[in-house]
């Protein structure tokens, strides 16, 4: 099982930016991004349950970011619009097999992460 997470990059306040995270192997039951920027410690941003499709969002991101899932290829998708310079971070996608986790510490896999860099 691989995550493959990409699409981060330098933007500019105000910018938008597309994620995504790429799974291999099995069907996953929930997949979740999390973010740490420097200095600070990982911190959820926003998960999906695979099956129904429900979602869980922190509120720092709220109304600004979307999750969403592309099941025939596997991917699910982090919409990041009027980013901020605190979204600045290294942005992680976590998937788990058999139960649905959203949000936590605790997740079966954990991909590379892709740097999100907001200039102000």
């Known amino acids: 099982v691989q995550l493959q997470a990409s699409g981060g990059g330098l933007v500019q306040a105000g910018d938008s930016l597309r994620l995504s995270c790429a799974a291999s192997?099995?069907?996953?039951?929930?997949m979740n991004w999390f973010r740490q920027a420097p200095g600070r410690e990982r911190e959820f941003v926003a998960g999906?349950?695979?099956?129904?499709?429900?979602?869980l969002y922190s509120d720092s991101v709220k109304g600004r970011f979307t999750i969403s899932k592309d099941d025939a290829k596997k991917t699910v998708y982090l919409q990041m619009n009027s980013l901020k310079f605190e979204d600045t971070a290294v942005y992680f996608c976590a998937a788990d097999l058999d139960r649905v986790r959203l949000g936590g510490a605790t997740h079966d896999y954990w991909g590379q992460g892709t740097l999100v860099t907001v200039s102000s």
């Open positions: 999906i349950r695979w099956r129904v499709g429900g979602t």
């Open positions: 192997g099995r069907t996953f039951s929930s």
